[in-house]
């Protein structure tokens, strides 16, 4: 993917990602970034609102690839790696706790600061994926009334405007795409997402349609999948699902 790609800034929109299949389907090459000032119908993982006011970044990357279907999730654990990376580059020094809890929530400690929003739908020409990257950032304040924890960047020193930290952002999206590879450098995305994620052992929950699955963390599979060791000592893998870190309580979404 080339960098720096071109990026188209709204004043208010429904949703970046919406927005961005729409002119996919229109006929935009991409790549393309499109950032909102204010979202009116920002949204996170399972349909859940994400609350857009000025102050905080809401952007969407549009690319489209040659790879199989079959390897487009992986891009959920990427785009994650990308934004620990942005962060990383945004800040004076290291920010204690920042990590990824999977897939892809941006958490420091067990508060979430930013959440990502992957999509991607069958392209007019064969083989071809149309892929949507949505992103939002808790920059400088981030929502009270969630159910769960959250903080923004700027009460841990980070004070980055929208428009730089969509620069670095950009940077670290075109350096892992490029070594992802649609798929075939997934090895280093993997080791990359665990060496920012939590240790190995920690409690977790995970709702699984209507199971909730408690355990430990063990590992990624080769493809992404969660790795963990239930309650009754058997290990399972779950391809999806919302992670509650600690034990069973209320699911976080993204």
Same mark, same amino acid.
């Given at each position: 993917?080339?960098?720096?790609?071109?990026?188209?800034?709204?004043?208010?929109?429904?949703?970046?990602?919406?927005?961005? &299949?729409?002119?996919?389907?229109?006929?935009?090459?991409?790549?393309?970034?499109?950032?909102?000032?204010?979202?009116?119908?920002?949204?996170?993982?399972?349909?859940?609102?994400?609350?857009?006011?000025?102050?905080?970044?809401?952007?969407?990357?549009?690319?489209?690839?040659?790879?199989?279907?079959?390897?487009?999730?992986? @891009?959920?654990?990427?785009?994650?790696?990308?934004?620990?990376?942005?962060?990383?580059?945004?800040?004076?020094?290291?920010?204690?706790?920042?990590?990824?809890?999977?897939?892809?929530?941006? @958490?420091?400690?067990? #508060?979430?600061?930013?959440?990502?929003?992957?999509?991607?739908?069958?392209?007019?020409?064969?083989?071809?994926?149309?892929?949507?990257?949505?992103?939002?950032?808790?920059?400088?304040?981030?929502?009270?009334?969630?159910?769960?924890?959250?903080?923004?960047?700027?009460?841990?020193?980070?004070?980055?405007?929208?428009?730089?930290?969509?620069?670095?952002?950009?940077? #670290?999206?075109?350096?892992?795409?490029?070594?992802?590879?649609?798929?075939?450098? &997934?090895?280093?995305?993997?080791?990359?997402?665990?060496?920012?994620?939590?240790?190995?052992?920690?409690?977790?929950?995970?709702?699984?349609?209507?199971?909730?699955?408690?355990?430990? &963390?063990?590992?990624?599979?080769?493809?992404?999948?969660?790795?963990?060791?239930?309650?009754?000592?058997?290990?399972?893998?779950?391809?999806?699902?919302?992670?509650?870190?600690?034990?069973?309580?209320?699911?976080?979404? #993204?």
């Amino acid at each position: 993917m080339p960098h720096p790609t071109r990026t188209v800034v709204l004043e208010e929109i429904g949703s970046t990602n919406t927005e961005a &299949f729409e002119r996919a389907k229109a006929g935009e090459p991409g790549p393309l970034w499109i950032m909102a000032r204010r979202q009116t119908a920002g949204r996170g993982r399972s349909g859940r609102h994400w609350a857009s006011e000025p102050g905080n970044l809401y952007a969407s990357l549009l690319i489209r690839l040659s790879c199989a279907q079959a390897v487009v999730h992986q @891009l959920s654990l990427l785009a994650g790696v990308a934004a620990i990376d942005a962060i990383r580059k945004a800040a004076a020094a290291p920010v204690p706790g920042l990590r990824l809890k999977w897939p892809n929530d941006v @958490l420091i400690g067990e #508060a979430k600061c930013a959440g990502i929003l992957p999509e991607s739908l069958s392209g007019g020409r064969s083989g071809e994926v149309i892929a949507v990257i949505g992103v939002g950032m808790n920059l400088g304040w981030h929502p009270g009334d969630l159910g769960r924890a959250a903080t923004h960047l700027a009460a841990h020193g980070v004070t980055t405007p929208p428009e730089a930290m969509l620069e670095l952002l950009s940077a #670290a999206m075109a350096k892992w795409l490029e070594t992802w590879a649609c798929g075939d450098g &997934f090895a280093h995305v993997r080791a990359a997402w665990l060496e920012r994620a939590g240790p190995i052992g920690e409690r977790l929950s995970v709702h699984v349609g209507h199971e909730r699955v408690e355990g430990t &963390f063990l590992d990624l599979d080769s493809d992404g999948g969660l790795i963990i060791r239930d309650l009754h000592g058997l290990q399972r893998k779950l391809i999806y699902g919302d992670v509650t870190l600690g034990g069973a309580q209320s699911a976080e979404g #993204a």
